[in-house]
């Protein structure tokens, strides 16, 4: 016989009669209590954790895939120079103002990206500076005139820009204690790129019997890059939505931070600058005083190209390294004794020990992912680690747009290495003097007070 108590309880379910079940257990807060065992709260925080641990991997994978983008555009035109000058055709001029654009580029729009910030997520920005990345490669192979292609390379490059000031600030954004590693694993997907592309443009255009598609293919790399953050700045919009209306922190309120107006703010910008000045002089003419020391053509490529590999595990261990140490003064005289070495050495025997100057350049050039990694452990604050980027890069590329040109103007003028390799030994004491500097911590926004 069915109980008189079971038998009520089943018809008011079925009428629709039922109370509503007892809410859970609260404390004297209102707050609930564990329910018995904690299963339900495990499970919660597991499933937190499990999202936030597959959030973390794709915000690292879209991060390294952008680095990957930074130099491809750049080193993929060098080895097809001639064939654009003759295909469009361009002049002198137009070419060599091709290759001062990155620079420029770099320096004028890097410098716009923090008054951007304020007005759009850090992850949108990105999928746009990806998009007019690729639309830009696009264009500039699908255009029969010279000026076009300067322009729309121009296009290319401000996407670049915009994501080589942003990076340091989302490595502060999403992986607060692992800046380090994971500038280092940034620093080294931009090495890869560069090289991969240097070294593939001219077989993958020789393959396709173009030199169109051998610069417009690695658009197809910053369309992955854009894809990648569509998701992550979908839910950073989400998120946005979610809070509004709540009191937002003054980093992110639109608060400026001036950099320019600091001290430390010049010192790093000059220390970016003294290394990008020397990397940038040994890209374009390293090459040439290893054939006028008499490699032939192919070897000296080889050489050039065997600095740029060794480069690639530095990178990766070198913000490690600037992110567990207090000071950062013994990378810094350790930079640049490599790359005191290596002048004196190219200088003293370019052909029976080149293996070794490559080698002491490429410990040398150490100093980029050094710089990187300085510009996220000098501020506090997301806003302070934008315009920190903004101005290190902004002036910085500035300064490293003169390298090139001052190298190659007294090589033409002395025709021997001597007076060059002599200017590249200034510009590394400047470098190692501030960089000694700023190697002990100091904050961005002290100096504002």
């Known amino acids: 016989m069915t109980p008189p108590t079971a038998l009520a309880t089943r018809t008011a379910v079925r009428t629709g009669t039922a109370p509503a079940p007892a809410p859970a257990p609260t404390g004297p807060a209102g707050d609930r209590l564990p329910d018995p065992g904690g299963r339900g709260r495990h499970r919660a925080t597991h499933r937190q954790q499990v999202r936030s641990g597959q959030g973390a991997l794709l915000v690292l994978a879209a991060m390294v895939l952008v680095a990957l983008n930074l130099r491809m555009a750049i080193t993929s035109l060098g080895p097809l120079l001639d064939e654009v000058r003759t295909g469009l055709p361009m002049s002198a001029l137009q070419a060599g103002v091709v290759t001062t654009l990155p620079a420029l580029a770099f320096a004028a729009v890097g410098s716009a990206t923090p008054w951007l910030v304020r007005r759009f997520s850090p992850p949108r920005l990105l999928v746009a500076a990806m998009g007019a990345l690729a639309l830009g490669q696009l264009l500039r192979v699908a255009t029969g005139d010279a000026w076009l292609f300067v322009a729309t390379s121009a296009l290319a490059l401000a996407g670049i820009a915009v994501a080589n000031v942003l990076l340091p600030m989302l490595v502060r954004q999403y992986f607060p204690h692992r800046i380090g590693l994971v500038t280092g694993a940034y620093s080294m997907s931009l090495t890869i790129g560069a090289s991969v592309a240097a070294g593939t443009a001219v ?47 003054a980093a992110a309120a639109g608060v400026r931070i ?192």
């Open 258 to 449: 001036r950099a320019g107006r600091t001290r430390l703010g010049w010192l790093m910008a000059v220390f970016f600058g003294a290394q990008s000045f020397a990397a940038y002089a040994q890209m374009g003419w390293l090459a040439q005083l290893f054939r006028d020391a008499g490699f032939r053509a192919e070897t000296a490529g080889l050489l050039l190209a065997g600095v740029t590999a060794v480069s690639v595990p530095i990178a990766m261990v070198m913000p490690t390294l600037a992110g567990r140490m207090t000071s950062l003064r013994p990378l810094v005289l350790g930079t640049a004794l490599a790359s005191g070495l290596s002048y004196a050495g190219l200088l003293w025997s370019p052909y029976d020990l080149a293996l070794v100057w490559m080698v002491l350049l490429a410990l040398g050039q150490g100093t980029f992912p050094m710089a990187l990694a300085m510009i996220g452990l000098r501020a506090r604050t997301g806003a302070g680690i934008v315009s920190l980027s903004a101005f290190t890069q902004s002036v910085g590329y500035l300064i490293a747009a003169v390298g090139p040109l001052s190298v190659g103007l007294l090589y033409g003028r002395t025709g021997d290495w001597v007076a060059p390799v002599g200017l590249l030994v200034v510009a590394l004491l400047v470098q190692t003097g501030v960089g000694w500097s700023i190697a002990r911590p100091r904050w961005i926004e002290d100096e504002l007070r």
């Open 203 to 249: 077989p993958i255009a020789h393959a396709a019997g173009s030199w169109r598609v051998g610069l417009g293919f690695w658009a197809l790399v910053a369309v992955a890059a854009a894809v990648l953050w569509v998701p992550i700045a979908w839910r950073s919009r989400r998120r946005a939505a979610a809070a509004a209306g709540t009191p937002r922190p």
